[in-house]
C-alpha cells in the first residue's frame, strides 16, 4: 500500500514553454502532497505543500506563479512550470500524506529545459 | 528551528556486516516523529522506519533499527547483514506533530555496501 505515482518521469523541453507534472496516490487519499526540488547529490529541498481544494502554501524563495500547483482531488497534485528556463533544470519529487505524519514520494521527474 | 544532522557525509560496509548511520536533531518539542529514508541510484525515496518520540521502544522493520536516545536527540539506523542493494543514499528526518506538514530532512548518509 502507500503507492504513490510521478508522470512523466524525464522530460525535455524548450527554454520558454510550460511543463505539468502529475502526482498521484494510487492507493489511499491524500488531502495533503509535497512538492520538493532535488539538486544532485543534496537533499530535498521543500517548494510547497499542496491542500486539496485549496491554495497552495509556498515555500520563501519560491516562485508561486513560476510554479503553480493544482490539488484537484484527493489523489491528484500537479505542478506546472511556467516558462521554463535552463535553470528550472533539476530532479522534481512529490509526496502524499498518508494518516497524518508519514509522507510517501513518487518516483520523481527529471526535467531538463534546453 | 528545528535542525537534522548527519555527521557522516559518506560510509561503507563489506556485504553480510552491520553498519550504524548516525543522526542528531535539535528541538524544543516534546511530541514528534522521526524517519530513515532510502533513496537508491534510481533516486525513489523509500520509507525505512519511523519512529514516534512518546514511544521508548526503539523501532524495528527486519534487517533495519533504530537506537532513539530522546534525552541525548539520537536517532541512529542500524542495518545487520548488510546487502548490496543497501547501496544508497540515506536521510534522516523529523516531523513536529503541531506542524504535519512538514519533514525536516538531514543531509543524507551515502552507504556503500561492497561484496
Known sequence: GAVVSQHPSWVICKSGTSVKIECRSLDFQATTMFWYRQFPKQSLMLMATSNEGSKATYEQGVEKDKFLINHASLTLSTLTVTSAHPEDSSFYICSALAGQETQYFGPGTRLLVL | ?115
Do not use: H
Not at chain 2, 522506519?49 to 533499527?65: C, D, G, L, P, V
Open chain 2, 1 to 115: 528551528a528545528q535542525t537534522v544532522t548527519q555527521s557522516q557525509p559518506e560510509m561503507s560496509v563489506q556485504e553480510a556486516e552491520t553498519v550504524t548511520l548516525s543522526c542528531t536533531y535539535d528541538t524544543s518539542e516534546s511530541n514528534y516523529y522521526l524517519f530513515w529514508y532510502k533513496q537508491p541510484p534510481s533516486r525513489q525515496m523509500i520509507l525505512v522506519i519511523r519512529q514516534e518520540a512518546y514511544k521508548q521502544q526503539n523501532a524495528t522493520e527486519n534487517r533495519f533499527s533504530v537506537n532513539f536516545q530522546k534525552a541525548a536527540k539520537s536517532f541512529s539506523l542500524k542495518i545487520s547483514d548488510s546487502q548490496l542493494g543497501d547501496t544508497a543514499m540515506y536521510f534522516c528526518a523529523f516531523m513536529n506533530t503541531r506542524n504535519t506538514d512538514k519533514l525536516i530532512f538531514g543531509t543524507g548518509t551515502r552507504l556503500q555496501v561492497f561484496p
